[in-house]
């Protein structure tokens, strides 16, 4: 899949203009550095979707746009980040909006569709579980989770991912966080499938220096005492 900003994204990318130049930089090198087209492309074509640690919310303006059948919500706990991101994204009203969550918490669905991209690694394996786990319980029958992260494979593409986040994270703060704790995507599918998803796992590296990998579950039947 081209990495070439299509028409989406340039409107999407165009809505922070007026933003400042760093959040403009962060805004141009996430499309750059993420694969973001594959990730959309696994979104449903309408309904209600939440993007948890949307940062700016490139991502959510990028999915609005590609579909003008769903609403997309962003949450994030850089407030910082949403203030610019709720500036930029006005323009597309109620199809597009971040606002400020909280660690580990999920707004109360159904959805249509969870993603989480390059999040979870900022979190303990067992906050990470938790909220994948809160994550099906807000989904609506049908609905997906998508979770892009990064694999644990080729061994090169992952310490370079973690000599990045190292920079982003406890040297420049351009995220926030601590420790890093890189799972396993097969270990986040088992999570997943335990809780009654159908679950894939396919690599998005090529091209990429970065080893990104996607996790899809979807929530075909009703799991007891889930939302839905």
Same mark, same amino acid.
């Given at each position: ?21 760093? #959040? ?8 750059? @550095? ?41 949450? #994030?706990?850089? @407030? ?85 986040? @190292? ?7 351009? @995220? ?13 599918? #088992? ?38």
């Amino acid at each position: 899949m081209s990495r070439r900003p299509d028409a989406a994204a340039r409107a999407a990318m165009a809505l922070f203009s007026d933003a400042p130049r760093a #959040d403009r930089a962060h805004v141009r090198g996430r499309w750059w @550095t993420a694969p973001f087209p594959a990730v959309e492309a696994e979104l449903p074509p309408s309904g209600r979707v939440l993007e948890i640690g949307c940062g700016h919310g490139l991502f959510v303006a990028y999915a609005a746009l590609r579909a003008p059948g769903r609403q997309v919500v962003g949450v #994030d706990i850089d @407030t910082d980040k949403i203030a610019v991101g709720a500036k930029a994204l006005a323009p597309l009203g109620d199809r597009a909006q971040v606002g400020i969550g909280r660690s580990g918490h999920v707004p109360e669905g159904p959805w249509a569709a969870i993603v989480i991209l390059d999040v979870l690694y900022l979190l303990p394996a067992d906050e990470q579980r938790a909220l994948l786990v809160e994550s099906v319980r807000q989904l609506a029958d049908g609905g997906v989770i998508l979770v892009k992260e990064m694999a644990t494979e080729p061994s090169w593409k992952t310490r370079w991912n973690s000599f990045q986040e @190292t920079l982003a994270v406890k040297v420049l703060r351009i @995220t926030e966080g601590g420790n890093f704790t890189f799972v396993s995507p097969d270990t986040m599918a #088992d999570w997943l499938r335990e809780e009654g998803l159908s679950v894939d796992v396919r690599p998005l590296d090529r091209g990429h220096l970065h080893p990104h990998v996607l996790v899809r579950g979807e929530r075909t039947t009703t799991v007891a005492g889930t939302a839905g």
